[in-house]
């Protein structure tokens, strides 16, 4: 599950849901116990249709940061891509609402953040899954 970087842009200028997580999950010391647990019960499975899908993903993140000045960062991991947008308060409008809906339509997963600790008001991050994500034999992914 390590992430590899693809690109980071720099310009000047958590709730968690347990009904569906297994019953067999131990209780966990620290982070090197749930790597070790996620190792073993995790696994991916690509899956096509969404490989083929993913340079869209890409593009519009890219698009978005260089052609807007928006910091970004984008990161490829097991299974698939991950985007942190940097965003300050401001009216979003046309071409740059656009590809923010883009992302929106395009990620599975989509986590808000205070953005304070970048040095923006919010940091949204996109997730793209290329695989499908089994945890114990069962699918957690959610196309």
């Known amino acids: ?5 693809l690109f ?3 310009y000047e200028k958590d709730m968690v849901l347990f009904d569906d997580l297994p019953d067999d999950i131990p209780e966990l010391s620290d982070i090197d116990d749930f790597y070790e647990y996620m190792t ?6 690509p899956n096509k249709e969404r490989i083929a899908n993913k340079e869209q993903f890409i593009k519009t993140v890219s698009e978005l ?32 609402k656009k590809l923010l809906a883009i992302l929106f339509i395009l990620a599975d997963d ?13 940091l949204f991050s996109f997730t ?15 196309f």
């Open 40 to 45: 073993e019960k995790r696994r991916c499975v």
């Open 65 to 96: 940061s260089e052609n807007y000045k928006i910091n970004a960062d984008l990161s490829e991991f097991d299974a698939g891509y991950i985007a942190d947008i940097y965003l300050d308060y401001a009216n979003y409008c046309g071409y740059i």
């Open 110 to 122: 989509i986590s808000f953040f205070d953005g304070h600790k970048a040095d923006s008001d919010m």
């Open 1 to 5: 599950m390590e992430k590899k970087l």
């Open 8 to 10: 980071s842009n720099r």
């Open 128 to 142: 793209y899954h290329t695989h499908n994500v089994y945890l114990n034999n069962r699918e957690i992914t959610d």
